[in-house]
């Protein structure tokens, strides 16, 4: 019998490996990022009060969805970065960890971080 392999189960399980090592604390919130096939997500996270989320932004953000909406997928993420990195400067938040949740470093993810660091988030 052939066991049946979910769509999901790699990248949970590279999600879960990267999450063993990567945590967020009060002075460095853990930066998140999910990707789906038309938006992608970025919200910081301080994991030792429960999980709470500081600050998020998204391709669906009000802040930046007309911007984004004559974009292509690399560089709406690059601008969603600079998005969050900007919200985190106003709440003084400067060192945050990267948290990639499994998704390979390259592409849009990378395009996100690219943008962080140049709205002067350090990681």
Excluded at 50 to 57: E, F, K, Q, S, Y
Excluded at 102 to 110: A, M, T
Aim: aromatic share 6%; net charge positive.
């Amino acid at each position: 019998m052939v066991a049946s392999v979910k769509r999901n189960d790699g990248w949970q399980r590279r999600k879960a490996r990267v999450r063993k090592k990567v945590r967020g604390s009060a002075e460095r919130l853990r930066l998140n990022v999910y990707r789906s096939n038309r938006h992608i997500y970025a919200q910081l996270v301080e994991d030792t009060d429960g999980g709470r989320t500081v600050v998020a932004a998204s391709t669906l953000s009000k802040a930046i969805r007309d911007d984004v909406l004559k974009l292509g997928k690399t560089d709406a993420a690059r601008k969603v970065g600079e998005h969050i990195g900007v919200l985190a400067r106003e709440k003084g938040i400067a060192k945050v960890t990267f948290d990639r949740s499994g998704y390979l470093y390259h592409g849009r993810v990378k395009a996100l971080a690219d943008g962080a660091r140049a709205a002067g988030l350090n990681f």
